[in-house]
């Protein structure tokens, strides 16, 4: 298996501009997540999936973000309009519950700069 | 209070020491611990898990968790320069899958 999979590696936006970033989760993996990762705050969940359902998003920092899973194999974040607060790593995991694994799989990030 | 508290370091140790890295949560309904090891503009990849109380050892690793005090500790004996990352505890409750990390501990072994 390829593990969980994040585009692009790096994204370089400016101000205002609409930024979107996708993950692929390992097939067979029914729990979505989406992380954003900074020095002062560390890992915050932003928001997670169960069966491509969004259960959580209270960790979404404002009406600029949002995330989609329309299938289990492909979900998005989206910040529209970016700020340079929004400047981060985002992480995507996956994990499945049912079978006893109890931890996540994270993909690589997406190191966010928005100047 | 954050749920989960994990003092940052930085942690610097010589090559061969014992390390201890710890963490201290609030919620007693936590079960389920977890440590990550995240090296440098990586993602976080799981290192140990261990339910409820007691200790579980892997290799050099050793994982232990008190529910009494809210306190759990992951040790590294004969630590290798390749140990050198930052180690981020989480935890979660039974029937829950979200998981609540602390922020992260760097450690840097010397050679």
């Known amino acids: 298996d390829a593990g969980v999979i994040q585009s692009p590696r790096h994204e370089v936006t400016e101000m205002g501009q609409e930024v979107t970033l996708r993950c692929k989760p390992i097939?067979?993996?029914?729990?979505l997540f989406w992380y954003r990762q900074t020095m002062m705050r560390g890992l915050e969940l932003l928001i997670y999936?169960?069966?491509?359902?969004?259960?959580?998003d209270s960790g979404m920092p404002e009406d600029r973000f949002s995330a989609k899973m329309p299938n289990a194999s492909f979900s998005t974040l989206k910040i529209q309009p970016s700020e340079p607060r929004d400047s981060a790593v985002y992480f995507c995991?996956?994990?499945?519950?049912?079978?006893?694994?109890?931890?996540?799989?994270f993909g690589s990030g997406t190191r966010l700069t928005v100047v | 209070q954050k749920e989960v508290e994990q003092d940052p370091g930085p942690l610097s140790v010589p090559e061969g020491a014992i390390v201890s890295l710890n963490c201290t949560y609030s919620?007693?309904?936590?079960?389920?611990f977890m440590w990550y090891r995240q090296y440098s503009r990586k993602g976080p990849e799981l290192l140990m898990y261990?339910?409820?109380?007691g200790n579980k050892e892997d290799g050099r690793f050793t994982a232990q968790v008190d529910k009494s005090s809210k306190y759990i500790s992951l040790f590294i004996r004969d630590s290798q320069p390749s140990d050198s990352a930052t180690y981020l505890c989480?935890?979660?409750?039974?029937?829950?899958?979200?998981?609540?990390f602390g922020t992260g501990t760097r450690l840097t072994v010397i050679p």
């Open positions: 995991a996956s994990s499945s519950y049912g079978t006893g694994t109890y931890g996540y799989t």
């Open positions: 999936f169960n069966n491509n359902v969004p259960i959580d």
């Open positions: 989480a935890m979660r409750r039974t029937g829950a899958n979200n998981l609540f």
């Open positions: 919620n007693s309904a936590f079960q389920y």
């Open positions: 261990t339910y409820s109380s």
């Open positions: 097939s067979g993996h029914d729990y």
